[in-house]
């Protein structure tokens, strides 16, 4: 039974089920669970246990913000969902092994009584050598000993001095590291610092154009409020300056036809003046006229006829000027009514 690999979905399914089980999904576990999966969808081929690690541990060292503890649970999670798929075909492949660790373990087990038969016999001589060999040894050893101190003492030195040169070399590339973390955090701190600054000029250049906007708007419907108003003031005083006018022509018009009527009073009282004129003088003709008969009461009356000019009846006539003027006055003052109430 063959080893089934995990795919992108089972491998996604399995983090997002560890990091779902509390039911809300941290800050650090969604950017961690992003990058994991856009290094997940640039792998080619299948996805290999060994790969998955691989990319585990390369998105670990990209999003630093995630714990140790969630990383382990998150591998862990992987790692549990690997083994539930391929359950029989581990046991399999444990079984198996377990079989071919006993054979070995036999083989081994006959090879090392051989070898131990060997040996023993290979100890008797070496040891009956050895007696013989031992003063001469141990002189030899004595040497040998002094020359592995001293061997050993320069070799610590040796790796004392390589220790130190290691040491101060992680910690030149360690402080090295953090001066471009450093670098790089005051990069992104300037990037953001001019983002906002950027940020804040767009705005107050909108605000500024909506208040010129604004400040134009008003301009202009108060530049259109000052002329209708204009327009209202100048028809007001058009209309003022007609009635003006019309006034003015009303009152010459009521001067005109009060002269007029005071003319054809005047005219009339001197027509009339001329004619109790001229009846006083026909009435005195007639008072001489009888003063001179001698015998009025013996003699027929005989009254002589008036003046033409005397007769009231004549005056008063038609075609008299007084009535004339009166017609001619009531004329001009019912057209001067026309004119007046047409200007209205």
């Known amino acids: 039974m063959e080893i089934e690999q995990l795919n992108l979905t089972e491998i996604l399914t399995a983090l997002q089920d560890f990091m779902t089980r509390d039911g809300a999904i941290s800050v650090e576990q969604r950017e961690f669970y992003q990058s994991f999966r856009t290094a997940l969808n640039s792998h080619e081929g299948e996805f290999l246990i060994e790969d998955v690690e691989r990319l585990l541990v390369a998105t670990r060292v990209e999003v630093e913000s ?157 530049a259109e409020a000052q002329s209708a108003e204009e327009a209202r003031l100048a028809e007001e005083a058009r209309l003022a300056e007609e009635a003006r006018l019309a006034e003015e022509a009303r009152l010459a018009e009521e001067a005109r036809l009060a002269e007029e009527a005071r003319l054809a009073e005047e005219a009339r009282l001197a027509e009339q003046a001329r004619i109790e004129a001229e009846l006083a003088a026909g009435e005195a003709e007639k008072q001489a006229y009888w003063d001179s008969q001698e015998d009025p009461v013996e003699e027929e009356k005989v009254v002589p006829d008036l003046p033409s000019q005397a007769s009231p009846l004549e005056a008063e006539g038609p075609n008299t000027p007084l009535v004339k003027i009166l017609i001619i006055t009531g004329l001009v003052a019912g057209l001067g009514a026309a004119a007046y109430f047409l200007t209205l």
Do not use: P, V, W
């Open 66 to 222: 995630i714990s140790d503890e969630d990383f382990g649970k998150m591998g862990q999670a992987i790692l549990t969902r690997y083994t539930n798929k391929n359950e029989d075909a581990i046991n399999e492949r444990i079984r198996r092994l377990a079989e071919e660790e006993a054979a070995k373990r036999a083989a081994a087990e006959a090879i090392r009584k051989e070898e131990e038969a060997r040996r023993a016999e290979e100890e008797r001589i070496a040891e009956e050598e050895r007696l013989a060999e031992e003063e001469r040894l141990a002189e030899e050893e004595r040497l040998a000993e002094e020359e592995r101190l001293a061997e050993e003492a320069r070799l610590a030195e040796e790796e004392r001095l390589a220790e130190e040169a290691r040491l101060a070399e992680e910690a030149r590339l360690a402080e090295e590291a953090r001066l471009a973390e450093e670098a790089r955090l005051a990069a992104e701190a300037q990037s953001a610092e001019e983002a906002r600054l950027a940020e804040e000029a767009r705005l107050a250049e909108e605000a500024r154009l909506a208040e010129e906007a604004r400040l134009a708007e008003e301009a202009r419907l108060a």
